[in-house]
């Protein structure tokens, strides 16, 4: 049965495996990641199944919401079949029929004040996949105090956006300062192009799978925005350190 198992990885990982920049060494710092993925939606979608299938070791998934209708648009993990269903509950279900090899911590609950340094505590990196400003503000006070790195993305309408967090450099406060957006309103309501998600969810998980491996340069201090009106990429870069 071992034996089995070892070949499946093999097998499985090979993709990255035959990368110079992740190789043996890589995959294996991969599988024993841990990764706190905050959002089942629609940036938490990609994330998790990228994440599953690359085989990080440990993937926590932090949402309370359950699956409607209205999310199946941009939420590709889940299914017509899920409404009604606990987004962690349909997200872990479609992780471990990717990659039974991972182990999914579901975490059915809001992050809150009370409860966001228990819940991000241990974790190697974190993954914004949230859409409201609160919430990001709370992930990212918790990840600068505990000094644990932060993969931030966000979309509206047509566009997209997405740095990383490294301790010291620049955060949340240091992009945006503590205010929220004028014209910030849910998905939902102000309405996005579903694959736009998909793009800022893929490159938030190629950065975790990068921060993991130690493979190519992260968006630390560079903000990524993505524009699919015009299809261009920009890149801002920043002197401005962590604003805590």
């Known amino acids: 049965m071992d034996k089995d198992i070892d070949e499946d990885i093999a097998v499985r990982y090979s993709g ?3 990368l110079c920049e992740i190789d043996l060494p890589g995959q294996r710092a991969i599988e024993r990641g841990r990764v706190l993925v905050v959002g089942a939606g629609g940036l938490g979608s990609p994330v998790c199944l990228y994440l599953a299938a690359a085989g990080v070791g440990t993937i926590g998934i932090v949402d309370a919401d359950t699956v409607s209708l209205s999310n199946l648009q941009r939420q590709i993990i889940h299914h017509t079949s899920d409404i009604g269903r606990p987004k962690v509950e349909s997200a872990a279900v479609k992780m471990k029929a990717i990659n039974p090899h991972v182990n999914v911590v579901a975490v059915g609950e809001m992050l809150t004040s009370r409860n966001s340094s228990s819940l991000v505590e241990g974790y190697d990196i974190v993954v914004d996949c949230t ?9 990212n006070d ?5 000094g644990t790195p932060m993969v931030y993305g966000a979309v509206q309408r047509m566009a997209g956006q997405i740095f990383t967090y490294l301790p010291g450099g620049a955060d949340y406060r240091a992009w945006f300062g503590c205010c929220p957006p004028s014209q910030e309103q849910p998905c939902s309501v102000n309405g996005v192009m579903n694959t736009v998600v998909g793009v800022i969810g893929t490159l938030q998980a190629t950065e975790v799978i990068k921060y993991l491996s130690h493979a190519g340069d992260l968006l630390d201090c560079r ?3 993505f524009d699919a009106v015009t299809m261009t990429f920009r890149t801002i870069k920043s002197s401005v350190r962590s604003g805590r």
């Not at 859409?131 to 992930?139: E, G, K, S």
């Not at 918790?142 to 505990?146: H, K, P, S, W």
Request: hydrophobic letters at 55%; glycine letters at 0%.
């Open 142 to 146: 918790t990840c600068v105090a505990l």
């Open 16 to 18: 990255h495996r035959a």
């Open 131 to 139: 859409d409201n400003f609160d919430t990001r503000l709370l992930v």
């Open 223 to 225: 903000l990524l925005m």
